[in-house]
């Protein structure tokens, strides 16, 4: 390729010339034919209802899509925050609809209050759309999508402020779904209560940082009534499957002793904002949003804690093989290092054993010294006391022996004594002198 035309595809792109068409070619039925598309495609929509056990959830998102979803009651004794969803094919005129419904069972119940299993759940879903577009061979035009696209939060109508459970849960949210904070069993709370609720719900919303879903204002042909019904948040709704005939209409409503709440009437209650703005208005936006800002930000941080980052704009193009290089080399030498440490903390260990080691065999060896002495004073006491025994068996063997001469002696002499009686009488004074002189 020559130099020129290098030069030319690496320029800038060219300013694109408007030109006229001669007469009808058929492009201008693109948009039909994408809404032909999506139509044979079907659409998916995920709903996650966030609200403590009884509130009143599974009534309202029967009454929103005037149908039955089974549930079945949660019990106030789950062990932990868990995650149900539920997949219903819905279909309007030639539209199908794949909606599904995420109740989180237990939530608000539990003394540890943890919103962690909601968040879980909600990265959980982004992670597996991220994975499928990271697949080689991805199929993504017939993946069940199963981000989370709104969140209805329901609010409990104490009338006083929000719970700190609240804040703190829709804080945590706020930057992976579209919030929709609602007021339920808007039906036990007076009117004038009501409208301050509302307000002090939103102050503490904003005095909070938490960011909830905003109707968008950017296309015109929805941006009025969307601005109206930014203003009318948090939506307080009734909900109720029952029929009740106001009038000679059947209506849906909850009935009491003393009158009737019309589900439908928007004297009575926001049911009808809210299924305006959540179904027929902003549907396709919250997925869109869902799709673009929290997907977006999801993958973003995924993407980075991975390691890949953009180049600096136009002097680095991003590129996946450098990033993988530089990764593998960091990953290589994080290795090594810790293999290091590894070792150096190995060979201190050992010496450190063999310092105790050898101070055990000093200590060792000086108690063995010790005892060592210590028998040696013994059996030199043993001996001592054994010479002086010796010398005192000898002694008495010595004694014995002139008491037993001395013994004989008188026998013999008591044997003559007939001869000489005088004599011996004599004598007889003499011989105990001789006894108390000669007996040691
Ligand atoms: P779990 O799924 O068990 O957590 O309950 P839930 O939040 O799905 O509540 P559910 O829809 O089962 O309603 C619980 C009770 O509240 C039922 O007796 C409903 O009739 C009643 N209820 C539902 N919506 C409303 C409402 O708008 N106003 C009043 N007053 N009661 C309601
Ligand atoms: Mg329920």
Redesign the pocket.
Known sequence: MAATDLERFSNAEPEPRSLSLGGHVGFDSLPDQLVSKSVTQGFSFNIL?V?????????????LFNTTFE?????HHEECVRLRPQTYDLQESNVHLKLTIV?A???GDQINKDERPIVDYIDAQFENYLQEELKIRRSLFDYQDTRVHVCLY?ITPTGHSLKSLDLVTMKKLDSKVNIIPII?????ISKSELHKFKIKIMGELVSNGVQIYQFPTDDEAVAEINAVMNAHLPFA????T?EVKVGNKLVRA?QYPWGV?Q?ENENH?DFVKLREMLIRVNMEDLREQTHSRHYELYRRCKLEEMGFQDGDGDSQPFSLQETYEAKRKEFLSELQRKEEEMRQMFVNKVKETELELKEKERELHEKFEHLKRVHQEEKRKVEEKRRELEEETSAFNRRRAAVEALQSQALHATSQQPLRKDKDKKKASGWSSIYSVTIP
Do not use: Q
């Open positions: 209802c609200g403590e056990t009884g509130i009143g959830k599974s009534t309202l998102m029967n009454t549930t079945e009651e949660a019990s109740d069972v237990g939530f329901f339920a069993k808007a039906d036990t709704v009734v909900g109720s029952e909850r709440v589900v209650c």
